[in-house]
Structures are given as C-alpha cells and as structure tokens.
C-alpha cells in the first residue's frame, strides 16, 4: 500500500528499522530530538511527569516558565525569529487550558508551534479525573490539527505527522495528548518512515496558467500595489519579492503581520496598511486598479468597512491556504500556491518578458504615491526633536525611534497588543525579515516578554527588545523570572501611560471621552521594583532627555534582562486610524496634517 | 401554499455536502465545529464506514446561503482528516433516506393506512391491533410528504436517518 510521505515522496508501509525497547515517554523525547528539537519551553505535572524523567538524559534544553502560556509565547517567539517549529510540554488540566491562549494566537498569526499535553490515563478519561479536561476537544478549533496518543507505538510516527502538518502548508499550532500511561507503556521503538495522512495537501506551486494570468494583470496595470502579508515571511520569500518590485516597479505596503518582508527604507514601500497604518499604504490601496496580495488574507483591520475596500481594483490572490482565495474578497486570479514559489514563477515570467520601466508604465500612480508618503508621514507632537515635550512629557512613539537609532540593525524587536503595538510597528523601521514578533491576529496582551524570551533563546546572538505597555507587562512579566534564571537577557521598555491605551483611545474617540476601567495607575505596581525583584535591572525614566542614556545603559548589560519604566504621555492617541467598521477613505490622520488636501 | 409545498420550498435552501473523511475519534467533533461555530444549524447528518474501512462518509443537509457554504467547504477541506469534499448538487446525485414511524392505528383495521403504505411503498415492520410502525425509503422530499400526510394519524414516534447520497452515474464526478 502506498502512502503519501513526508516531503512529497511515497514510501511503502512496513519498512522499519532501528527497533529498541523504549518507555513511551522515552520515545516522545527521542521523536523530538529526531525532529532536530533543540529547546523545549514547559512546566511539569502530575499526568506529564513520566515525560520528564527522559528529559534529563536528553540533548533537548528544557526551560521552565513559570506559567504554561508563557510556555507557548515563547515557542511562538522561538518560531517566528528562527522559522522552525517551537515546542512546549506542559501537563493535563489546567496546564492545557493555560496555553489554549497561545494555541489561538498561533492559529490566527500561522506559527508553527508543537504543544504536547499531559493526560491522565486512557482508562480515566472521561471519569473527571483530577487534573482531566477535553484537550482535543477544547483545542480542536485553535489548532491546525490535534492528536489523542492512546496507543504508544503510534508515538513516533504522531510526531513526525504533527512537525510535519506544523511547519508545511500553511504553517500552524498542532497538539499531542499524551496520557499517562501510554508515556509508561514499553514498546518497541521503530522511526517512522511513513506518515498517514490521505487527507493533508499543502499547495505548492502555481500553474503556468494562473502565472500567464496574473503576468496579463501586472502588464496592464495602472495603479497597482502589491499587497504582502505574512505568508511571505512564512515562506521564506522576501529575497523573491524584492526581485517582483525591481521587476515591476510597483509600491509596496506590508501588514503587521509582514513588517520587515520588506525595507521600510527603500523608496517603493508605502508602509502598513490597516487601522493604524500610515496614510499612503491605506490610501493606495484604496485608489488601486490592481491588488496583488502575496500571502495576506484580507483582516478586518486592513480592508475597514469591506465593501469600500479598493474598489476599483482587480485582485491577484495569492495564499498557501486555498480557504482564504474568495474568503472576504473574490480574486480576478486567485492562486494557490507557496509565496515564494509564486513569485519565483512571476519573476521568472517578468524576465523572459519585461514589462515597460516603471516610471514610464506607472509614473503618474508612483507620483501619488510618492506625494501621499511625503505629505502623511506618521506623525506626533515634538517628532524630529532630540528631546521633545517641552511639557517634560517623553512621546511614545520618541522611545521606540530612540530604540531603534540606538540598537544593532539586526535587533529583533517584539510587541504586545495596544497602543505601543502599534508605535512600534510604525516608527520602529523594519529592515530585515523575522526582525518583529507580535500578536496580530488574536491580539494578545501579554505575548511580549514571553515571546521575547523565545525570541532570545532563538537568537542568542541577537538584541531581543520588548517594547510592552504597562497593562500587557502585568498579564505576563513572571517570565522575567524564567528569563532571569536561564540567563535570557532580554530587554523590556514598558511605555507606562498608566492605562489601558488603546481602549482609552476608543473611549476617548468613540464614548465621549467616558473612560470606563481603563486607568492603571503609572506607579501600582512599582515596575523598577517588580523587576528587581525578578532578577532583572530596572530603570525608570521620566525625563525625555534621559531616554537615550537609559537604553545605552541597558544596552550593555548582558548578563541579566532588564526592564525600563518609561513614563509616556498618558494622552498621547495613535494615528492615523481608520476608526472601526468605516471606510478607508475616512482615516484619519494627525491633527496636525488634517488641512492637507487628500 | 399547502404545507408539502411550504417544506419543498424550504427545501431549496437546503444543500447537502458529502465528505470522505479518515475513520477515526474526533472527526466528526471537527466537522461539526465548523458549521457550530457559525450558528449554522445542520439538519440532518448521517455518517457510516465506506467500503474501505479506513474512511468514513459523512452526508450534511444544512441550511446556508451558497457562497457561505462554500467558504465552509474550503475550511472543512483544510481538515486534516477530510480527505474528499463536495457539495452534491440535487440534480446530479442519487439521495435517499429511511423513516422509521409508530403511529397509534392498526393497519388491518384501519383502510387509510393501509392505502396510504400500499401508494408509498412503506413496508410494515411491525404491527399491532392498536398500533403500526412503518419503514420507508426514499428521497427525503417524499418522506416529508408521506409525514405529511401521516399526520392526520396520530403519530407515536419518528425518527429519520438524514439523507445520504452518491452522484448519478456518468456524472461529471
């Protein structure tokens, strides 16, 4: 019987070698380190206890977080700098239900995690066992695909089936079930040369044909943008998109998703779209005849209102996941294919038959462009000045330019949810791919300093900066204390505005300033403290002209993390938005370029 | 409009979608999230082994405007356990289903019913002096006629098994 395998190839079942006498456990963790795991990040309990005792003899380095969606942070942090999966072990009950979090976040942001649960054994389940809860059941909708192990020598070949249906395909967050005695049944191990999965066929290439399509729309274009989103990181592709836009000539706008696909500084890129993106991104798609989203998926956050969304624009669709072709917006050409693949075959079409200079075929769409870029740059009160606020206040959005001119160019930097998610995203410059960490999709609080740890324990060699604000540092700031005890020295610059900002920006904007539960409280906790108390350095600053010189300080220390409590402009709002289902024509911008003719 | 033409027009909204999925724990929890999440009700679900044992067929009868439906079918196919999906278009697949009913009168006693199982084909399975329970196979829209007009009998249970179907043969599938 022939199967599909791994790597595309077919094998035939029945071919084993290698047969050893191992403990299920014992064969979860040689599965691992067959799959090239280097770090688990996870925390112990009674159900997966026996999958602990092999991790002492193993090469795997565990690291253990203090909370189990700490856990799941980091893999994701771990995955998205380094492109390989992350993993997790953590136990049954309530050490499920902590990382289901982190399962959702990866979900919605495509992360390939490998989360394996303790579970009480095969002849309890179902009896409210202590510590039983449904993990497949419950984690059946944030997970790309979940397995109950209920039979020990199916361990190996579970694995090599979940880091394959993890990191292939679209990539996502899968889960194992492990109960207990399944972890203690001795078997004879055998690897896996066979995976059984009739049903799982991650696209791959595009056809000749959807090529010669899409080529026809780039070619007749007159307004076109390409529209890159995540998928393009995933798929390892920005060396081909830069390619696409010297052949074609056409701006650029990356997601938040994509930050770093492409350089913020070459002149082609527009910036972000979406609700907080910057004028011209929004406004080009807005006014396109022609969309070529590579890898995005058409977010609520990017398109507003829908049905004003680009109106006037054809759309070459492009995605790994033929679900999201049609899913918000039909496709002229939809394509489902692997990024870098599709825009190799583009690119490939391009050379063999070149399109018109840029200039020449768009030069009136790329003077807009242009003119938008430099009349609408993100903007904010005392921007450009050294040490802005005369009022004594420190912007925000000033920390995250100072970050930037202060750290190494290869700094990877990772965010939280809010306001400061999206300064960072804005005024951070993003040059390289996998240089930005966040929680897109979900919208996580919480996710910096976990995945900023996974990040570090992914880069070593690399600066790993969290910018957090001071409601998403509460959620999750104990894994300062894993960071701490496994020498993770990551930094943290939490902009402490004393709120829950972006809620308070919305109450502010949308309920008549009636701010309901939104305050903090700048100095409860005292972070400096909390961070001391955590192993960390902690440093606070309250005077712009101090800014620089804390980072400079932080920046040398490398052998603990730190945290840095900036005290930021509590009124500061993030602009431009588009505000909640309205149209992209209706962004607005910052009040002072609100008379500039659109 | 009479009832029976009432249920027919409901009908038309009805789509009925055949998956080929791997025979295993779970599988149908997974199928089922992806209408539930959507507050899409299914009306009538009916699941069995193929003739290879690995693989199961799962038929849905479900209520959603079409270009909803298939944005479910794109995310049931993402399903690592649905190998084959497709919405069976009425026109092209073969559809039947089974009604088993009790109702509350004898059939040799009572000449409607008996005339009534006699047009439709019903076989009786088991009969009383009181009471008679009949067995009917057809496509679902003459088994909501033969309920309809089952009804001016007092029926004592019903159950249907929920449409199953295959395409016609020489069909384009």
């Known amino acids: 019987m022939v199967i599909r395998a791994r790597w595309g190839q077919t094998a035939h079942k029945g071919e084993a070698r290698g047969a050893m006498k191992l403990t299920g456990a014992q064969a979860l963790i040689k599965s691992l380190e067959r799959e090239g795991v280097e770090v688990v990040f996870g925390l112990p309990g009674g159900a997966i206890l026996p999958v602990y005792d092999p991790i002492i003899d ?47 976040d990866a979900y919605m942001d495509s992360v390939p995690i490998v989360v394996i649960t303790g579970q009480v054994a095969t002849s309890s389940i179902g009896t409210d066992a202590f510590q039983e809860v449904d993990t497949t059941g419950i984690t059946a909708s944030v997970t790309k695909h979940n397995w109950l192990v209920t039979d020990a020598n199916d361990i190996a070949r579970v694995v090599a089936e979940a880091f394959h249906v993890a990191t292939t395909g679209r990539p996502g967050p899968v889960l194992i079930d492990f109960p207990k005695d399944v972890a203690n049944a001795t078997i004879d191990y055998v690897e896996p040369t066979v995976l059984d999965l009739p049903g799982y066929h991650p696209a791959g290439e595009p056809t000749p044909d959807e090529v010669t399509a899409a080529y026809a729309l780039l070619r007749d274009a007159r307004r076109p943008v390409l529209y890159v989103g995540g998928g393009v990181l995933k798929a390892n592709a920005a060396h081909e998109l830069a390619r696409l836009v010297e052949l074609t000539g056409i701006p650029v706008v990356t997601t938040l998703m994509a930050r770093g ?38 977010d609520d956050r990017v398109t507003g209102r829908v049905e004003d969304f680009a109106t006037g624009a054809r759309v070459i669709h492009v995605d790994i996941d033929r679900a999201e072709l049609g899913k918000v917006r039909r ?75 202060l750290t190494p160019r290869d700094t990877i930097l990772v965010s939280g949810v809010g306001q400061h998610q999206m300064w960072a995203a804005q005024h951070w410059g993003f040059e390289e791919p996998r240089s930005w960490v966040n929680s897109g999709g979900l919208g996580t609080m919480g996710f910096a300093v976990p995945a900023a ?85 902690g440093i606070r600053v309250t005077d712009p002209k101090d800014v620089a010189a804390a980072i400079e300080r932080a920046n040398g220390i490398n052998d603990r993390p730190v945290v840095i409590d900036f005290r930021t402009d509590a009124m500061e709002q993030v602009f431009p938005m588009v505000p909640s289902g309205a149209s992209n024509d209706e962004i607005l911008v910052h009040p002072s370029q609100a008379d500039q003719p659109r | 409009m009479t009832p029976t033409a009432l249920n027919r027009a409901v009908q038309t909204r009805h789509h009925l979608v055949s998956a080929r999925v791997e025979n295993k724990a779970g599988v149908l929890l997974r199928v089922a999230g992806l209408f539930s999440r959507r507050g899409y009700n299914i009306i009538s679900l009916a699941v069995a082994p193929t003739d290879d044992e690995r693989f199961s067929r799962i038929s849905i009868v479900v209520a959603v405007e079409s270009n909803l439906l298939q944005q479910v079918i794109d995310q049931l196919d993402k399903l690592v356990n649905v190998v084959e999906i497709s919405e069976l278009d009425p026109g092209e ?27 439709t084909g019903a076989v009786v399975v088991e009969k009383t002096e009181t009471q008679t329970m009949l067995r009917l196979v057809a496509e679902p829209a003459l088994l909501d006629d033969f309920e309809q007009r089952l009804r001016s009998y007092q029926i004592s249970e019903l159950q249907r098994t929920g449409a199953v179907a295959l395409p016609k043969l020489g069909g384009t599938s």
Not at chain 1, 271 to 288: C, E, K, R
Not at chain 1, 363 to 388: I, M, Q, V
């Open chain 1, 453 to 537: 740890l996974g990040a570090k324990v992914g880069h070593p060699e690399k600066m790993v900066w969290a910018v957090d604000g001071d409601g998403c540092f509460q959620m999750t700031a104990q894994e300062l204390v894993t960071a701490t005890a496994e020498q993770i020295p990551i930094k943290v610059a939490i902009l402490n505005n004393a709120y829950l900002g972006m809620v308070r920006q919305w109450q502010h904007m949308f309920y008549e300033q009636r701010y309901s539960e939104v305050y903090l409280s700048a100095d409860l906790p005292d972070y400096v403290l909390w961070a001391e108390a955590m192993g960390c350095v």
């Open chain 1, 58 to 104: 193993s090469s795997i380095r565990h690291i253990l977080v203090r909370h189990e969606q700490g856990a799941g942070h980091a893999a994701e942090g771990y995955a998205q700098v380094t492109g390989r999966p992350g993993v997790a072990i953590v136990t049954s009950g309530p050490g499920a239900t902590n990382i289901v979090t982190a399962l959702a």
């Open chain 2, 93 to 119: 697949a073969n559809t039947a289903e089974l009604l088993l009913v009790t109702v509350n009168a004898g059939i040799d006693t009572d000449a409607g019913l008996r005339g009534l199982a006699e047009a």
């Open chain 1, 331 to 405: 496709a002229d050409v939809p394509i489902a294919a692997d990024c870098r693949l599709a825009i190799s075959a583009m690119n490939a079409h391009l050379e063999r038959a070149p399109l018109a200079p840029g200039p020449e075929r768009i030069g009136e769409w790329l003077s807009r462009c242009k003119d938008w870029k430099t009349r609408f740059p993100y903007t904010y009160d005392g921007a450009g000045d050294r040490a802005p606020g005369g009022i004594g206040r420190i912007k925000p959005q000033f920390v995250v330019e100072e970050l930037r001119r």
């Open chain 1, 261 to 298: 696909a492409f350089p913020d500084s070459h002149e082609l890129h527009l910036g972000m779209p979406g609700m907080h993106g910057n004028f011209a991104a929004v406004t080009a798609l807005q006014h396109s005849d022609l969309l070529v989203s590579l890898g995005a998926r058409f």
